[in-house]
């Protein structure tokens, strides 16, 4: 078994021999063998954790990786699987998300403007209902509306916001380009363009942009789960498994 030192982790991925240890220490690696000195021994199998966890940031995020390699570490494959799912799922609801905007936008550019008519007004959500609508807090809906972005309709009787088919699409277009790193400044720039149908570059710009992040994930969970895969393998040979 070929031995490996912190640094040719480190030295392979531009890490310091300090986020390599950290890693260790987080669950993210299997925990490694000390010499009598103390100094860590790391094998072939910490070096594909490694490059299974790094390979699972751009592709889950920085926490879902990290609940993905704890979980496997902890002989939780169906944790670590169920998490993968949820990045595919948030994945699929992004596109189908990005596509009804598309569609949003070039039903209002055909209007010009006009809005949305009787059918569309029929449709109105509570801030609650929208919120889990979106799996985001109240208190978010209501930030976006302080930034002018939202412009919900209030009840006469009771006061509370009313979400009209309008504003449900605008709170749709801010959450995807939220998740796409845009401030609010851009979005409500552009949420003001999608209301008067005029002016889209800027709106167009975005969501190619958007699209183009999309794939990249997709892209980057296809090499994820090779990374994952080949380090599970050797992981199951180094318990004497046949896998699960």
């Not at 790193?181 to 570059?201: E, K, M, N, W």
């Given at each position: 078994?070929?031995?490996?030192?912190?640094?040719?982790?480190?030295?392979?991925?531009?890490?310091?021999?300090?986020a390599?240890?950290?890693?260790?220490q987080?669950?993210?690696?299997?925990?490694?063998?000390?010499?009598?000195?103390?100094?860590?021994?790391?094998t072939?199998?910490?070096?594909?954790?490694l490059?299974?966890?790094?390979?699972?940031?751009p592709?889950?995020?920085?926490?879902?990786?990290?609940?993905?390699?704890?979980?496997?570490h902890?002989?939780d494959?169906?944790?670590?699987?169920?998490?993968?799912?949820?990045?595919?799922?948030?994945?699929?609801?992004?596109r189908?998300?990005?596509?009804?905007?598309?569609?949003?936008?070039?039903?209002?550019?055909?209007?010009?403007?006009?809005g949305?008519?009787?059918?569309?007004?029929?449709?109105?959500?509570?801030i609650?209902?929208?919120?889990?609508?979106?799996?985001?807090?109240?208190?978010?809906?209501?930030?976006?509306?302080?930034a002018?972005?939202?412009?919900?309709?209030?009840?006469?009787?009771?006061?509370?916001?009313?979400?009209?088919?309008?504003d449900?699409?605008?709170?749709?277009?801010?959450?995807?380009?939220?998740r796409?790193?845009?401030?609010?400044?851009?979005?409500?720039t552009?949420?003001?363009?999608?209301?008067?149908?005029?002016?889209?570059?800027?709106?167009?710009?975005?969501?190619?942009?958007?699209?183009?992040k999309?794939?990249?994930q997709?892209?980057?969970?296809?090499?994820?789960?090779?990374?994952?895969?080949?380090?599970?393998?050797?992981?199951?040979?180094?318990?004497?498994?046949?896998?699960?």
């Amino acid at each position: 078994m070929m031995t490996l030192r912190p640094a040719d982790l480190a030295r392979e991925h531009g890490l310091s021999t300090q986020a390599v240890r950290n890693y260790e220490q987080d669950g993210f690696l299997p925990p490694a063998e000390r010499t009598p000195t103390g100094y860590r021994i790391y094998t072939e199998a910490h070096a594909a954790a490694l490059r299974a966890y790094l390979a699972l940031v751009p592709a889950y995020g920085h926490a879902a990786a990290g609940r993905i390699m704890n979980a496997v570490h902890g002989d939780d494959l169906d944790g670590a699987l169920q998490t993968i799912d949820r990045g595919h799922t948030r994945l699929l609801r992004d596109r189908d998300t990005l596509g009804a905007v598309r569609d949003a936008v070039d039903h209002l550019i055909a209007d010009s403007g006009a809005g949305p008519g009787p059918a569309g007004r029929a449709e109105s959500r509570t801030i609650g209902e929208l919120a889990h609508r979106l799996d985001i807090t109240p208190a978010t809906l209501r930030n976006w509306e302080a930034a002018g972005i939202l412009t919900p309709a209030r009840d006469r009787a009771t006061g509370y916001r009313v979400f009209h088919a309008g504003d449900i699409r605008d709170a749709e277009l801010t959450h995807l380009l939220r998740r796409g790193g845009y401030p609010l400044s851009h979005i409500r720039t552009v949420v003001q363009q999608v209301r008067q149908a005029g002016g889209t570059s800027a709106l167009a710009a975005a969501l190619d942009g958007w699209q183009r992040k999309l794939t990249a994930q997709g892209l980057a969970m296809l090499d994820a789960s090779v990374q994952l895969s080949h380090y599970l393998s050797m992981r199951n040979e180094e318990h004497g498994s046949r896998g699960p």
